[in-house]
């Protein structure tokens, strides 16, 4: 696998809580992404960045936040989490949006 | 607005016998493809993509990905399956142009008996 961690692995919380994600990165690639990955959807983008502070919102970014103060960290936020926010959460990287892009080992999140 | 269908929630196939994954996209412009295989509580792992050239792209494990421009599709293939080949499978599409992010497809779930 490429050099991307997620943390935690398994998380469950009660809803209304926050929640925060982290994905860290040691192969310095400027974009960095946020999926979740739902039965019957495939995987669906969250928000992304395309550098440090730069971010932009994906398909299906309500009720997230994200944030990258270094190159190697890219945090998502469920400000106040939701049984619909039950999923699981990949990090993925790459060099150029045109290129592949490489995936963590993603979060196991359940919100009860 | 991109898009990608993958027609075929599972294949079943023989192993020793060749495999196709079906996969059709929409996109403004010329596309960029890409598979990606998902083993069980794994990540995505890249297979192969498609940027221009060769119609024929080969990949990781022995696959191989036709693109066909007029009938918009990205069929990943290979010629004689494996056991292990058994795992979700997702064709993703972007477009050429700024910052287009990839879209996937449901996924596909390739079994293969033994």
């Known amino acids: 696998d490429a050099g991307i961690t997620q943390s935690p692995r398994h998380k469950v919380t009660e809803t209304g809580t926050p929640v925060t994600l982290r994905c860290h990165q040691t192969e310095n690639h400027r974009y960095m992404y946020w999926y979740r990955q739902d039965p019957g959807h495939g995987l669906r983008l969250i928000h992304y960045s395309y550098g440090v502070k730069d971010t932009d919102k994906g398909e299906v970014s309500d009720g997230y936040s994200v944030s990258r103060s270094k190159t190697e960290d890219f945090l998502l936020t469920l400000e106040s989490a939701t049984s619909s926010q039950t999923s699981v959460y990949f990090c993925?990287?790459?060099?150029?949006?045109?290129?592949?892009?490489?995936f963590g080992p993603g979060t196991r999140l359940t919100v009860t | 607005a991109q898009s990608v269908a993958q027609p075929e929630d599972q294949v079943n196939v023989a192993e020793g016998n060749p495999l196709t994954v079906k996969c059709t996209y929409s996109v403004s412009g010329n596309p960029y493809l890409f598979w990606y295989v998902q083993y069980p509580n794994r990540g995505l792992q890249f297979l192969l993509k498609y940027i221009t050239g060769d119609n024929l792209v080969k990949g990781s494990y022995g696959f191989e990905a036709e693109f066909n421009k007029s009938q918009t599709s990205f069929h990943l293939k290979k010629p004689s399956a494996l056991v292990s080949d058994s795992a979700l499978y997702f064709c993703?599409?972007?477009?050429?142009?700024?910052?287009?992010?990839?879209?996937f497809g449901k996924g596909t779930m390739l079994l293969v008996s033994p």
């Open positions: 993703a599409v972007r477009g050429t142009s700024g910052y287009s992010t990839l879209t």
């Open positions: 993925a990287i790459s060099r150029d949006p045109a290129y592949e892009q490489y």
